[in-house]
């Protein structure tokens, strides 16, 4: 079964320099949502996307942004990197289903500031 | 705000032992979802079991079956049968229903199994 596809898998980024991470959801998962992960961190909520409509924001900084595209495939931008932007980035996509709240990851962007 | 709590930052258990891992919650709705989520070391977010609140009856899926005790906010994860593979990070993770929302994970208990 297709799952979800993350680019880059990994980046290496200098401070104050942009990077983009490309996620594409499973086929017909109409949502999206972007998480990151610290070292020996749980994942934390940046934003998410229903029907390329931003539908919820979490700890994301103002640096960065994000979209859906009409595709359903979702970019997070991220500029001024700084060092404590160094983390693991995930992507997750679901479909919302009435009754069912499961979220596919995908194997994540390993994003290293320097 | 919703919350989750993992007690034990680390276990071990012998293959082919049983092994539970501790998850406490609060929240205020009726309606929500639970789930454990598996990171062995190669960092991937798995998927391992997942409970709806509104059913009773604890979630199973092979060697992996939950504790759902509701009323005190306990959402338990046993582990039978222990296997090498079965090392890795375990999070379990709240979301709440019917909104689609984001995911708010635990901080995590690290399982060594161990030969």
């Known amino acids: 079964a297709a799952g979800v596809i993350q680019s880059p898998r990994h980046l290496i980024k200098e401070k104050r320099e942009t990077a983009t991470l490309k996620c594409y959801p499973i086929p017909r998962h109409d949502t999206v949502y972007w998480y990151q992960q610290g070292p020996g961190q749980d994942p934390q909520f940046l934003i998410s996307?229903?029907?390329?409509?931003?539908?919820d924001k979490g700890s994301i900084p103002d640096r960065f942004s994000a979209q859906q595209f009409s595709d359903y495939h979702s970019e997070l931008n991220m500029s001024s990197l700084e060092l404590g932007d160094s983390a693991l980035y995930f992507c997750a996509s679901s479909l919302k289903v009435v009754g069912v709240e499961e979220q596919y990851f995908g194997p994540g962007t390993r994003l290293t500031v320097t | 705000a919703q919350t989750v709590t993992q007690s034990q930052p680390e276990m071990s258990v012998q293959e082919a032992e049983t092994v539970t891992l501790s998850c406490t919650y609060d929240t205020s709705e009726n309606n929500y979802y639970l789930f454990w989520y598996k990171q062995p070391p190669s960092r991937q977010m798995i998927l391992v079991i997942r409970?709806?609140?509104?059913?009773?009856q604890n979630a199973t899926e092979n060697r992996f079956s939950v504790n759902f005790q509701k009323a005190a906010k306990s959402f338990s994860l046993k582990i039978s049968d222990s296997q090498l593979g079965d090392t890795a990070m375990y999070f379990c993770?709240?979301?709440?229903?019917?909104?689609?929302?984001?995911?708010?994970f635990g901080k995590g208990t690290k399982l060594s199994v161990k030969p």
């Open positions: 996307f229903y029907e390329k409509m931003q539908s």
């Open positions: 993770a709240f979301i709440e229903g019917g909104s689609q929302g984001n995911l708010i």
């Open positions: 409970q709806e609140a509104y059913k009773q």
